[in-house]
């Protein structure tokens, strides 16, 4: 199943190494900037280990988290800033717009692009589960629930970080909130992806529109195939036959949509749904079922073919999934009121070369080649 998710590439980043060389003046302060670029380095590299898990995951972001919180907020967790929030610069590539960064000297720029890159982990674990032949039912459970916490980071993100960053967020970027509110429907239900995404620019957005359309008019089809096989058990064998003619163009609309989406550029994995036996055996199952509900009209029922497909009753809510709740972990035990006080900012350099500078490229993040297993015929969405 691996192959039937489309994943946008994991954000880049520049090396930090926070070394405040007469700034942090005492061995606790020295201590938090050592912890900070270890645990950073440390979470980084899980991004693209495979054999990493989410205890795993949550273990390195509770680690980086609470100290990059002291950065960020007082240490009495008012609405005070921290002195130390505009004294690093960070560089982070965007999923969508290639190698080039965005710059900005403000850790909540920091904090919100590596939690971005922690729900797009979640997203990519998820599809990797996915993709093993004999899933069991607890891994299942776990690709479920993966994708409900990717959406609650997308979510809280959104909603509580994002603005209260300095720098306004530039179209197209992936903090933009019509791109977050994107991957927030893509992990909650696959039937609203689209209608998120065509509010965006194709320049940047056209490949991934593409696969959520194919997988729209897939679902469409399985929509009006299932309700013409309900509609002939009702004995409404002329409605069933309007019903499989209208999965019977769907269909035939994602065959072609898989095709223009396979040759469309643009950023991510890219998904081979056509070649997937579920994919298939839908195909097949239109055609069957459409078949014997002609060869039943003409010996048995003799009803007229409705010249409109009937209506799908599209207003159930149960199978939409709720985000898991996310918030970012407390302040780390390292920041005490003297550990902060030992950072001394009348010692920094007055030439700082760490002004954001984002024209330069970051080296893209090499991410493991998951090799399709064999196909089930299973989904698990």
Not at 140 to 146: I, L, N
Not at 317 to 340: C, D, K, M, R, S
Request: proline share 6%; with cysteine.
């Amino acid at each position: 199943m691996t192959h039937w998710f489309h994943r946008n590439p994991l954000k880049a980043t520049a090396p930090v190494t926070f070394n405040y060389y007469g700034v942090a003046t005492t061995p606790a302060a020295t201590k938090i900037c050592n912890d900070l670029r270890l645990s950073r380095t440390r979470l980084l590299e899980l991004f693209t280990d495979l054999s990493c898990n989410p205890d795993m995951m949550k273990n390195a972001t509770d680690s980086y988290f609470s100290l990059l919180k002291g950065f960020i907020a007082s240490l009495d967790e008012s609405s005070q800033d921290s002195k130390l929030r505009y004294i690093q610069n960070f560089k982070w590539t965007d999923t969508l717009q290639g190698h080039v960064p965005s710059a900005q000297q403000d850790a909540v720029f920091e904090l919100v692009s590596m939690g971005f890159n922690v729900a797009l982990w979640y997203t990519k674990y998820a599809s990797r589960l996915a993709g093993k032949e004999d899933i069991t039912e607890d891994e299942a459970k776990d690709v479920h629930r993966s994708m409900k916490i990717a959406a609650g980071i997308f979510k809280h993100l959104k909603e509580s970080h994002i603005p209260k960053l300095i720098t306004p967020v530039e179209k197209g970027r992936d903090l933009e909130a019509r791109l977050i509110d994107s991957y927030v429907i893509q992990c909650q239900a696959e039937a609203q992806e689209d209608q998120m995404l065509s509010s965006l620019d194709p320049v940047y957005a056209l490949k991934w529109r593409k696969y959520l359309q194919l997988k729209s008019c897939f679902y469409m089809a399985y929509a009006y195939c299932y309700h013409g096989q309900t509609l002939l058990a009702s004995d409404k064998c002329g409605e069933a036959i309007r019903s499989l003619q209208e999965a019977e163009k769907f269909y035939a609309k994602a065959e072609a949509l898989c095709k223009e989406y396979g040759e469309t550029k643009g950023p991510g994995t890219t998904a081979k749904p056509s070649s997937h036996l579920f994919f298939r055996k839908l195909g097949t199952l239109v055609k069957n079922t459409l078949d014997k509900c002609q060869r039943e009209n003409g010996f048995i029922y003799f009803q007229k073919i409705p010249p409109e497909a009937p209506q799908l009753e599209l207003k159930a809510n149960y199978g939409l999934v709720e985000p898991i709740a996310f918030e970012f972990p407390p302040l780390h035990a390292l920041w005490t009121p003297e550990a902060l006080a030992a950072f001394d900012l009348t010692k920094r350099p007055k030439d700082d070369s760490a002004k954001p500078k984002s024209e330069e490229e970051v080296k893209p993040v090499k991410e493991p080649d998951i090799k399709p297993q064999k196909d089930t015929g299973c989904q698990i969405s």
